[in-house]
């Protein structure tokens, strides 16, 4: 049994290259562990919602210019205008899926020269996830699927330095899955993950992300 009935809600993140597959990931993944009983929303970052995020989304459409460390930290404070009810939804026993977090925000920043440290400071004190699923895609798959390059970043090269970003931000709470296997099989690896982590925090407090 998924639920979390007893105690909070984890925080799980899926994180991986533009086109690698998490948004619907993250639609399968939420309504089984909804199927399961189990208390959960699906969240993503950034939060195009909130006038922040308006902003974001202009500029990644290339509808609007901003310096690189400005939508560094807006990016930044789009998460942390979220927290609050983060913590609220997981102290209340709510489970959050959510596609993209700290680390995307540190990957592409860095991936366009910015320092690594510099790039990590402004979401100390954010809520630490449970788990982060990285969806493993060669960037030049990514590149095959519709849709891709109408954003920003969505350019190869430039999503090979994201990966190695990536690559170097990986820790303990990191399990990496291959995006290129099947939908299904993918699917299921993140089910059980999901499904474990979920089981192993209920009693666990809420930490701050640190790094
Ligand atoms: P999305 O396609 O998941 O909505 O993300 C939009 C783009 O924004 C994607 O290329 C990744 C990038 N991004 C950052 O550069 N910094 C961040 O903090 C986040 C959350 C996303
Ligand atoms: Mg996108």
Same mark, same amino acid.
């Given at each position: 049994?998924?639920?979390?009935?007893?105690?909070?809600?984890?925080?799980?993140?899926?994180?991986?290259?533009?086109?690698?597959?998490?948004?619907?990931?993250?639609?399968?993944?939420?309504?089984?562990?909804?199927?399961?009983?189990?208390?959960?929303?699906?969240?993503?970052?950034?939060?195009?919602?909130?006038?922040?995020?308006?902003?974001?989304?202009?500029?990644?459409?290339?509808?609007?210019?901003?310096?690189?460390?400005?939508?560094?930290?807006?990016?930044?404070?789009?998460?942390?205008?979220?927290?609050?009810?983060?913590?609220?939804?997981?102290?209340?026993?709510?489970?959050?899926?959510?596609?993209?977090?700290?680390?995307?925000?540190?990957?592409?920043?860095?991936?366009?020269?910015?320092?690594?440290?510099?790039?990590?400071?402004?979401?100390?004190?954010?809520?630490? *996830?449970?788990?982060?699923?990285?969806?493993?895609?060669?960037?030049?798959?990514?590149?095959?699927?519709?849709?891709?390059?109408?954003?920003?970043?969505?350019?190869?090269?430039?999503?090979?330095?994201?990966?190695?970003?990536?690559?170097?931000?990986?820790?303990?709470?990191?399990?990496?899955?291959?995006?290129?296997?099947?939908?299904?099989?993918?699917?299921?690896?993140?089910?059980?993950?999901?499904?474990?982590?979920?089981?192993?925090?209920?009693?666990? *407090?809420?930490?701050?992300?640190?790094?």
């Amino acid at each position: 049994d998924a639920g979390s009935k007893s105690g909070r809600g984890a925080l799980v993140i899926l994180e991986g290259l533009d086109w690698s597959g998490k948004s619907s990931q993250c639609a399968r993944l939420l309504s089984y562990l909804e199927g399961q009983g189990c208390r959960a929303e699906g969240w993503r970052f950034p939060d195009r919602g909130t006038s922040v995020g308006q902003m974001i989304s202009a500029y990644l459409a290339n509808e609007s210019q901003l310096d690189d460390r400005t939508i560094h930290l807006l990016f930044s404070a789009n998460r942390w205008e979220k927290r609050a009810l983060m913590e609220s939804k997981l102290l209340g026993g709510t489970t959050l899926i959510v596609d993209r977090y700290s680390y995307s925000g540190v990957a592409f920043s860095a991936a366009k020269g910015l320092d690594i440290q510099w790039c990590k400071a402004p979401d100390v004190g954010l809520i630490a *996830p449970d788990l982060v699923i990285y969806l493993d895609v060669q960037p030049e798959k990514a590149a095959e699927r519709g849709g891709y390059g109408g954003e920003r970043y969505e350019k190869i090269e430039f999503q090979k330095r994201v990966a190695d970003h990536y690559h170097s931000l990986r820790d303990s709470t990191w399990k990496v899955v291959d995006g290129s296997l099947p939908m299904e099989t993918v699917e299921e690896q993140l089910r059980e993950l999901a499904t474990n982590c979920i089981q192993k925090c209920q009693e666990k *407090p809420l930490t701050n992300l640190t790094w």
